[in-house]
Each structure stands twice: as structure tokens, then as C-alpha cells.
């Protein structure tokens, strides 16, 4: 959640944060709804599994369990899929971008925030990350935001961007 107001870093001390965001992808079952969906599932197959049985056409019923244990293994993929995330940090010093995914190492891009730009569509088709660059270097964040929410989140970047340029603000570097 990016936060509204600068305060300070307890890692560093004298740095203060102007905007902190942590961006997760949206999944829209829970554990409670998964357990539930699963129940259904489970108890459809079970009931059609006897249905065959009961006509005789027992070899099919171990089949019937075959697309609850595909329902379960694309579910568990799903879930260790929303452990990535990706975190926008601005300080004093520095922009940082972070971002960890579920089967790969961490990246980690930093920018100095004086000539920093954040663009992004506006009209934002899905997938169209917000992009940050600076002196050739360029990283998109948010790809699965929805448009609007990539919209606030450049907006929310950008004022805090602002704020970090208003006087007294760090010099810019030389070069």
C-alpha cells in the first residue's frame, strides 16, 4: 500500500520514505472458497463414480478422481504463484524496484528518483505494465493490475515523485 506521507527509514536513519508499495496479483479464491469448491467436486465425482458403479461400469470410476487431483494440482500452482510480488520503494536516496517471484531469484533495480520518468497507457490494456526508466534503464511494474488500479498507482508515484523534487530535495547526481 503506498503510503501518503514521508517518514522515516529505521534501516538507514537519516532516509526518509516518500512512497512504499508492495503489488501482489489479484487471486479471487480464497482458501475458505477452494476448500469449498473442492468439497463440490469431490462430492459430484464421488456421486457419478457410484452412478457408473452401480451400472456396472466400474473401470471408469477411477477416473472420476483424475480431474479433482488436475483441479488440485493447477490450484496448488495458483497458490505458490501468489507469493510473487513486486515493491516500489522511494527514498532520499534512491527508487528501488523489487520484485520476487515463486520460482526465481530475486531482481532488484535501482534508480535515482531526479530524472526518473513513469509512463503508462492510459486506456491500459491488461498486461501493459506502468514503465519506469531513466538514463537508457528501464523496468515495468504492475503488469497485472488492473487498468485502473496501474492508473492510480502511477498517479500515487508520480505525486510522490513531486514531493520528493520539492525543495529541499537530495542534489541531483553529476553526469
Known amino acids: 500500500m503506498p503510503s501518503d506521507e514521508p517518514k522515516s527509514d529505521s534501516a538507514s536513519g537519516a532516509s526518509r520514505v516518500f512512497f512504499d508499495a508492495i503489488l501482489h496479483p489479484h487471486r479471487s479464491l480464497g482458501r475458505g472458497g477452494f476448500?469449498?469448491?473442492?468439497?463440490?467436486?469431490?462430492a459430484l465425482?464421488?456421486?457419478?463414480?457410484?452412478?457408473?458403479?452401480?451400472?456396472?461400469?466400474?473401470p471408469?470410476?477411477?477416473f472420476c478422481g483424475l480431474d479433482v487431483l488436475v483441479l488440485w494440482l493447477a490450484f496448488r500452482v495458483n497458490y505458490r504463484a501468489a507469493r510473487s510480488y513486486e515493491r516500489v520503494r522511494l527514498t532520499t536516496a534512491d527508487?528501488?524496484?523489487q520484485r520476487v517471484h515463486w520460482k526465481a531469484p530475486e531482481r532488484r533495480w535501482t534508480f535515482h528518483p531526479y530524472w526518473l520518468r513513469v509512463s503508462h497507457d492510459e486506456a491500459g490494456e491488461p498486461g501493459h505494465p506502468v514503465t519506469l526508466s531513466s538514463h537508457g534503464q528501464s523496468v515495468g511494474?504492475?503488469?497485472f493490475l488492473s487498468p485502473e488500479e496501474r492508473s492510480a498507482f502511477a498517479r500515487s508515484l508520480?505525486?510522490?515523485l513531486r514531493a520528493?523534487?520539492?525543495?529541499?530535495?537530495?542534489?541531483?547526481?553529476a553526469g
Open 95 to 97: 527508487l528501488t524496484v
Open 35 to 42: 476448500k469449498v469448491l473442492m468439497g463440490v467436486v469431490v
Open 158 to 160: 508520480d505525486d510522490a
Open 45 to 58: 465425482n464421488l456421486a457419478v463414480a457410484g452412478v457408473l458403479v452401480a451400472y456396472g461400469a466400474w
Open 60 to 62: 471408469v470410476a477411477p
Open 141 to 143: 511494474v504492475g503488469a
Open 164 to 173: 520528493w523534487r520539492r525543495p529541499p530535495c537530495p542534489p541531483a547526481p
